[in-house]
């Protein structure tokens, strides 16, 4: 086999491992113009990186209504479509803001497959001068930063500077005029094509940031003898993270967005480009998108450079407070209960009842209607079992659900219910009027359903007092939680709560 053969060859099993990758599987989706023209549309052209769940939804369900009034056939609801782009990775999913609603963002690799197909949908017409006279500069300006030859080095900055001098007394003689405005144009969908790559780059670095995390915790659990280098690093207060190219290069950059002099002159330089007539040859996105480049590219830094710092603490903390020695054993234990089971296993069928029952910690319920046969040999089986269809009971799967879930519904009513009477109630005047059904799990959602009116004015938090909650009588039970006040609205739209 040839040298190129086997090239071939490995690129070949490289591309083939990318294939499973969330932005191949994005590109290959059988409806996928009309996802990544959702996606798109929502996060891209809207200028929102982060959109609220309960807002998205409601923006999908707008845009599948326009599809399907287009002949598009789109069966499912927005909010199943979100949770299938979800589990494929075309979406993350992070908990909102002190107890708000949960944000959907693209993940890079949907970034990454949205460029793709912007690129084939607008392509560029020819090779620009722009690109080649930046390559030009950045492979000149490469050679001069590499050269270990300081004599070298210093000749050929006197050539650049006699370049800028004779440009300079060109310009005063008047023998240099500006650059046209197709050459402007050029340059600036240049700029704009470079810029409209930051966000997959951002959202590149919040994942690998964030899989490093994983992974020396990982590593940290895992390694049951000395400590390693990494938890060794870590008790010498050693920030581990930024030790990981994605670190250095990501606080290399952060550092050069926060120069306050730099950012000032680019945004200074923005607005002057703005002013300029070939502008107006942009559309009204590209030009919105040029004037919004500082403040979205400190906006985008900023959440990564949060997720770096969480992370970096998180991990530190996780070492110093010895948090490890508790995993170690956790997982110590799953280990052993798994050997035990692979042994037990090649002597007990796997299909004989044990006589124990383990309670799911969720309840997930669906359609018989949406499972379908499964044979090893591809086969179907020699003959079918009818079985009698049997009135669904709505109470016990209430139940069910009851078990593993916070029954909201019925906490709200609670509280609706305490407010008629008292006109304001805490948490604690709420479960003393409807004892707590599902125990603490009440507590916890009396908690959040507060935290989530605090934005309407529904409910307000009195700053730096608690008061002692009790969700059981034998053996009682008690927890101390914010004070977080319930009001009912007043006539005038207001509320009761000061």
Avoid at 137 to 157: F, G, K, M, N, P
Avoid at 370 to 384: I, K, M, N, T, V
Avoid at 430 to 442: E, H, I, N, Y
């Amino acid at each position: 086999m040839s040298h190129t053969a086997a090239q071939i060859v490995q690129s070949a099993t490289r591309l083939r491992r990318l294939s499973d990758e969330s932005a191949w599987q994005l590109i290959r989706a059988q409806n996928a113009h009309l996802i990544l023209a959702i996606l798109r549309g929502n996060f891209v052209e809207s200028g929102e990186s982060r959109v609220g769940a309960p807002i998205l939804f409601e923006r999908v369900d707008d845009d599948l209504v326009a599809l399907r009034d287009a002949g598009y056939d789109l069966p499912q609801t927005a909010q199943q479509y979100c949770a299938s782009w979800l589990n494929q990775g075309f979406l993350e999913r992070r908990p909102g803001e002190t107890g708000g609603d949960e944000t959907y963002e693209l993940s890079s690799e949907a970034l990454a497959a949205i460029g793709i197909v912007s690129d084939l949908e607008t392509p560029p017409k020819s090779a620009t001068e722009s690109r080649l006279t930046t390559v030009m500069s950045q492979l000149d300006q490469l050679v001069i930063d590499t050269d270990e030859d300081t004599a070298s080095r210093v000749e050929a900055l006197e050539r650049d500077r006699d370049r800028i001098t004779a440009r300079i007394d060109a310009i005063r003689a008047g023998r240099s005029g500006t650059i046209d405005d197709r050459v402007a144009l050029e340059r600036v969908r240049d700029i704009l094509s470079l810029a409209d790559q930051l966000p997959a780059d951002f959202a590149r670095v919040r994942r690998e940031i964030e899989r490093l995390n994983i992974r020396f915790r990982k590593d940290i659990i895992e390694n049951e003898g000395g400590r390693g280098e990494v938890l060794e690093a870590l008790f010498r207060g050693v920030d581990v993270l930024a030790e990981q190219e994605a670190g250095r290069s990501f606080q290399a950059f952060y550092a050069l967005l926060t120069d306050l002099e730099r950012s000032s002159a680019l945004d200074a330089a923005i607005e002057t480009v703005l002013a300029r007539g070939f502008v107006g040859d942009l559309t009204p996105q590209q030009r919105e998108f040029l004037r919004d480049l500082v403040p979205s590219l400190g906006q985008r830094g900023g959440e990564v450079h949060d997720v770096y710092v969480s992370l970096s603490r998180s991990l530190r903390n996780f070492v110093q407070r010895r948090e490890f020695e508790e995993e170690r054993t956790v997982t110590r234990l799953l280990t052993n209960a798994q050997r035990r089971f692979g042994a037990l296993s090649e002597t007990v069928p796997l299909h004989r009842p044990t006589g124990f029952e383990l309670a799911l910690s969720q309840a997930r319920l669906s359609s018989v209607g949406q499972w379908a046969l499964f044979s090893d040999d591809g086969e179907r089986p020699a003959a079918l079992l009818e079985n009698v269809a049997h009135e669904i009971d709505l109470e016990q799967i209430r139940a069910i659900i009851r078990e593993s879930e916070i029954d909201m519904r019925e906490l709200q009513q609670n509280v609706s219910r305490t407010l008629e009477k008292t006109g304001v109630a805490s948490i604690s005047d709420v479960l003393t009027s409807f004892p707590a059904t599902q125990g603490f799990g009440s507590v916890v959602g009396l908690v959040y359903i507060a935290l989530q009116s605090r934005e309407s004015g529904a409910a307000i938090e009195i700053d730096g007092q608690t008061e002692v909650v009790q969700w059981n009588r034998e053996p009682a039970r008690f927890a101390r939680v914010p004070r977080l006040l319930f009001s009912a609205p007043t006539p005038e739209g207001g509320t009761n709560a000061r």
